[in-house]
């Protein structure tokens, strides 16, 4: 199988205050993890500017707009208690969204089989039109927007195992029977939606919700139980990853207990559901993961299951 890297030095210029856990050492820990050589055959690429008009499709041009004005010269700007603007914030956001939207071409253009954006600041807690959670622009949602518009597809599914809950993605697609959002993440946690009954206007939206203290059998039952049927029977035609490891044992901010074992396991699940019913179309887009060494190992482990199937 071919499995394209999307990265680019921009995304360590997007910088946060001292301390706070979504720093530019998270794609240090990743770089070097994927310069090992079981990684030799990853193909690389760099991550283009996104476009303004691929943004719109998701965020109102009121919103993008007031964002790009608050992007500071010098300093920091921050918009609330844990999401900072710096001076090379700007580009590292825009080039996430162009990464995001360039896996979609690759896989859809079947130049690759699937696609990973290694991509920072992350994207799932982005509304339609708030920043919040670290997060600015929903790459996710970009992406399934992208795909619906540029390439005529259209289902799009969305399954995100971050830790905590996606709740951008789940405001941006929760009238739309195009667009189905399946989550695990731990419950109670930030920011505080994702409850079994939030199943959106159109019954898209698939909540899972995990426990503090669940460990890779409940994480295995979630999928299993109450969210791979619902893919199944949706039928996607693309298959879009919102990829958080901070669900893992050693990470900081969550209280589950999965190691990189489990996120292997779950890649290969999905990228059976990809083979059944998207021609193996995958796009998977980095989100939290805040443990450096739990980070790299479980990007590791995720990258080698795309590569590998």
């Not at 710096?86 to 071409?105: M, Y």
């Not at 019954?203 to 995990?210: D, F, G, S, Y």
Request: with cysteine; charged share 25%; aromatic share 6%.
């Amino acid at each position: 199988m071919s499995t394209l890297l999307l990265h680019h030095t921009t995304f360590l210029d997007h910088l946060t205050p001292i301390g706070h856990p979504e720093r530019p050492d998270r794609l240090r820990a990743i770089d070097r993890i994927l310069e090992d050589e079981r990684f030799h055959a990853l193909e690389r690429d760099l991550a283009p500017v996104g476009r303004v008009e691929d943004i719109a499709r998701a965020h109102p041009m009121s919103y993008v707009n007031s964002l790009h004005v608050k992007a500071p010269k010098e300093g920091l700007v921050r918009l609330d208690a844990d999401t900072t603007l710096s001076p090379g914030s700007w580009e590292a956001i825009l080039r996430g969204v162009g990464g995001a939207c360039r896996a979609v071409d690759e896989v859809a253009e079947k130049r690759v089989n699937n696609a990973f954006s290694a991509s920072r600041p992350p994207g799932h807690h982005a509304e339609r039109g708030r920043a919040m959670g670290f997060c600015f622009f929903n790459n996710a949602a970009i992406a399934a927007r992208y795909a619906q518009s540029q390439y005529g597809v259209e289902r799009v599914a969305i399954v995100d195992f971050d830790v905590h809950h996606g709740n951008g993605t789940q405001d941006i697609f929760w009238s739309d029977p195009t667009v189905m959002y399946c989550s695990t993440h731990q419950m109670p946690l930030y920011p505080g939606s994702g409850a079994l009954s939030e199943t959106g206007d159109a019954n898209t939206i698939v909540n899972a919700p995990l426990s503090p203290g669940a460990d890779g059998a409940d994480f295995r039952e979630a999928l299993d139980i109450a969210i791979l049927p619902r893919l199944e029977a949706f039928r996607p035609d693309l298959l879009i990853l919102s990829a958080g490891f901070d669900a893992h044992i050693r990470d900081p901010l969550g209280g589950l207990n999965l190691t990189e074992t489990d996120f292997a396991r779950a890649t290969k699940s999905l990228m059976d559901v990809a083979d059944r019913h998207c021609d193996g179309r995958l796009v998977s887009i980095l989100e939290g993961g805040y443990d450096l060494e739990g980070l790299a190992r479980s990007v590791a482990a995720h990258v080698l299951t795309l590569m590998t199937g």
